[in-house]
């Protein structure tokens, strides 16, 4: 794992480095994670997973935006979260954060369950993913059903055959990518048809 390292900025406020890179903005940290909360617009569930703790101000700037929603933070770098947590101790109760080693880990994970069960909204800042890039964006696809991986999770229980899904493993899907793998199983009909309009619907 890269280090970690953290550094006062002409606010006093810690910045979080990874292997030199900022993982927030130097000039205006704060700022920076107003802009991004601001910029989500009305958020359409209680509960929000953001992919990606960095330096943390993005997530204190969406508590403060927006003072009933409920967040759960993805990390894997576990040295962020005590500054993070010394920095913003009014959200000790606010905020949870779950550390994943392995994109994988999310799928054997109640997290993953909750974000199912709850339809839960879904939120990646990657300003903040420094050297993790790869594995936060594998973790943001899992979650939002985007990767091969997690759509082949989600048509278990139809008995979809996912082998004729001929894709890059890191590609991003839409449901586009996974209609032809739809038509070709035996799958009723009526449940194909609710895929079809969801794929003109996407169009």
Request: proline share 4%; charged share 20%; net charge negative.
């Amino acid at each position: 794992m890269p280090m970690i390292t953290f550094s006062e900025n002409h606010e006093s406020s810690l910045i979080a480095f990874e292997e030199g890179q900022a993982l927030a903005s130097l000039r205006d940290p704060r700022g920076e994670g107003l802009k991004w909360a601001y910029s989500l617009g009305v958020l359409p569930a209680e509960h929000v997973v953001v992919v990606g703790l960095g330096a943390g101000f993005h997530v204190a700037a969406l508590a403060d935006v927006d003072p009933d929603v409920r967040i759960t933070v993805i990390e894997s770098r576990e040295s962020l979260i005590p500054v993070f947590r010394s920095q913003f101790p009014d959200l000790e109760d606010r905020v949870e954060i779950r550390v994943v080693q392995t994109a994988q880990d999310l799928f054997k994970s109640e997290l993953f369950q909750e974000v199912l069960n709850h339809r839960s909204f879904v939120l990646s800042f990657q300003e903040c993913w420094g050297a993790q890039a790869q594995f936060f964006t594998e973790a943001f696809a899992h979650l939002t059903g985007r990767s091969v991986e997690s759509v082949r999770y989600h048509f278990e229980e139809f008995g979809i055959n996912m082998k004729a899904l001929y894709l890059q493993p890191n590609q991003l899907l839409s449901i586009n990518d996974v209609i032809p793998v739809i038509e070709a199983s035996a799958m009723p009909e009526t449940n194909k048809q609710i895929f079809r309009v969801l794929g003109e619907l996407v169009k």
